[in-house]
């Protein structure tokens, strides 16, 4: 259903108003599972990494977290010592109200980064929000975690693991510095699984490299990225056996996926989204930097957007890397299922390849006949919208 | 002098012509180096090498290349075997007319991926073009080349070397599909000094990757770059001292710096020059990572569009590789000498970094403080114009 949203798991709460660190926008939101049997995180891996995730990583190692603060409008990024005080009082702040340590409380931000967070704005926001930490309201947090986002990003499935109903439910934001490793993209999801936070953490990681680490609007990886994945431990579930295991990490790697083709699709600017899948590289490790080569090519992005059969491009692309085994006579090359080149050469016309790049999903195929090596990326086309939003982003 | 062009040195030849693969412009021309001591060449790393690329680095590895016949409007890439024959017919043909062995005539082309070359205007083309080839057009050569280039790049320098006034003077062309590795970037170069062979490929690969290889506009490396440095051997200099060697060495990657700029501030679409040095990196290796990631960031180059004072964006670019050796807190940011950024600290304001953003030459510098690493790169600003030259190229 379109309207399911990850509050309707029992026991996760969460709000999201307008507390004036935007103008005439909700920009402060909370998550709360007051009873979390476990909670897995991943981070970026750029190094000019905010405050506010250094903080919630050190919180992460000594305690299971049970909420989390996250503003939009100012990513407290690039702020330094007086950034790093800043998350803390934000978390001290909330863990007072919520009844939690602040070691329970983790911090998210995401916006302009080099601007001090308005904490007077922030502390007397989290008066108001908080003053009633029992509701309901997913789509208030949807909406106040969401920036340059033209859509929210709502996942939630479901399915029989033993006799067990097992949910798992999420939210996302990110349009722009879309290179998630991981990517200011920030997703929260939760499931009614009871899974050990060690586990958790090693499933979600998975889940991550498998989506939203495959997705690129403009190779910029952000500063803020954060996924945080709450287990509220209703369905008592150990995930003993493999093929429990597995069944849990297929779930949850579908919401991810779910989540990540959203905000692909909803890249800044985007009118197409883009899906390469290559096969046949000689690793997987291969396969994943061709599939990126390809979604991040400003070349094959202006293309597609212009609906030109200029599949050159692609194979441009295909070949940057040269770490990467690649032999140019034997790939094939297919546009929404329409060969355009097999085993090194061309069997169709531009004119062939042109109807199939009308569409508004555009699978780009790429066999490259070396080995089982296979990987998908998702990202969007590159228009004037993407540059007319970020040459005045500010 | 502005008119100086590299046929103006003794032994050097070159024409360009209209030979119909484009309508209405020069499309077809040669260089001719009759007596050349040696010849250099460095090529693109990518996978996807156009197949004249491939017949071009054969030929080399066993003659002194005399002459090239390079053809803009078709790169005659990813076009299997018959490209290759096709390459090879034009050195054949070009060769008899020429003179020479086909294995000392190069081939280069750029233009679209992935289109046959209409061999019969490029056969025709040559005869009226070889007709005489004792002609010193090098601007109709260095016209012939160009394909979304807004201006021509043309270089002409020149030292005492010991009692011998050593010139080096050349032509390049490149505008989009640009991060040299080595960059759709061709280049040629003639210098009048003799050196051997073996001593050029070694001084040619070293400016290269202090200039081409330095450049970025839209991180797509090209399947047909190509850089050539013929030696006319008319002075006779065995740059036996190291002192001349490296002489040498900086005219040369001197020469190369002023093509690379000119190729970066004529990217596809670009108003702005974006220089940036990186200081203090705890190596070389990690300071031109660190310079390439900024030169390429989409929000980087659309702030610098915008003139935003958007300055976050530049340390989100230099975090992004998780290898590089990086401290938040230790590094400095200026623009064009005003600093913001002290040793981690925020020390200016948005206000005062935004006039200097104004000029057209934006220069980056970001101290790491970590050690005597350095590197500058070059690169240019993202805008519209890059979007409509790219969605409707071919």
């Known amino acids: 259903m379109a309207d399911d949203i990850f509050t309707d798991l029992e026991g996760v709460f969460g709000n999201g108003i307008s507390a004036g660190i935007k103008p005439n926008k909700r920009d402060l ?29 050190k919180i992460m190692k000594s305690q299971v977290v049970k909420a989390v603060i996250i503003n939009s409008g100012n990513a407290n990024a690039g702020t330094g010592k007086i950034g790093l005080a800043n998350a803390k009082k934000t978390s001290q702040h909330a863990a ?13 931000s995401t916006g302009i980064i080099g601007v001090q967070l308005p904490m007077d704005k922030v502390l007397s926001g989290l008066d108001t929000l908080l003053a009633n930490a029992s509701v309901k309201e997913g789509h208030a947090v949807s909406d106040a975690i969401l920036t340059t986002d033209l859509c929210d990003k709502i996942v939630h499935v479901s399915c029989k693991i033993g006799k067990k109903n097992i949910v798992v439910s999420g939210i996302a934001k990110g349009s722009g510095m879309i290179e998630p490793n991981m990517g200011t993209m920030l997703a929260y999801l939760v499931t009614n699984a009871s899974i050990p936070q060690a586990q958790l953490q090693v499933i979600l990681q998975d889940a991550c490299d498998e989506s939203f680490n495959m997705i690129s609007v403009d190779t910029d990886t952000s500063t803020n990225d954060m996924a945080l ?46 899906e390469v899948q290559v096969v046949g590289a000689s690793s997987r490790r291969d396969a994943r930097k061709v599939a990126k080569l390809i979604v991040n090519s400003p070349l094959v992005k202006t293309a597609m957007h212009g609906e ?31 060969v355009i080149v097999k085993e090194g050469e061309i069997v169709a016309t531009r004119e062939q390849l042109a109807p199939v790049l009308k569409k508004e999903t555009i699978v780009i195929l790429l066999d490259l006949n070396l080995g089982h090596g296979r990987a998908t990326a998702w990202g969007c086309d590159l228009t004037n919208k993407y540059i007319d939003i970020n040459t005045a982003y500010s």
């Open 96 to 108: 007072r109200l919520l009844n939690l340590k602040p070691s329970e409380v983790a911090v998210a």
């Open 29 to 57: 939101a909370y998550i709360y599972v007051p009873n979390a049997v476990a909670c897995a995180g991943v981070f970026t891996l750029n190094k000019f990494i905010a405050p506010c995730l250094t903080y919630t990583q």
């Open 229 to 274: 994945l709450f287990a509220t431990g209703e369905k008592k579930f150990q995930l003993v056996s493999r093929v429990e295991r597995e069944a849990f990490q297929n779930l949850l790697t579908e919401a991810c996926q779910i989540l990540a083709k959203k905000i692909a699709r909803d890249g800044e600017g985007a009118t197409k989204l883009i």
């Open 308 to 338: 030109d059969p200029n599949w050159g491009r692609v194979l441009m692309a295909a070949g940057k890397d040269p770490e990467v085994k690649f032999s140019a006579d034997k790939l094939s090359l297919f546009f929404n299922e329409q």
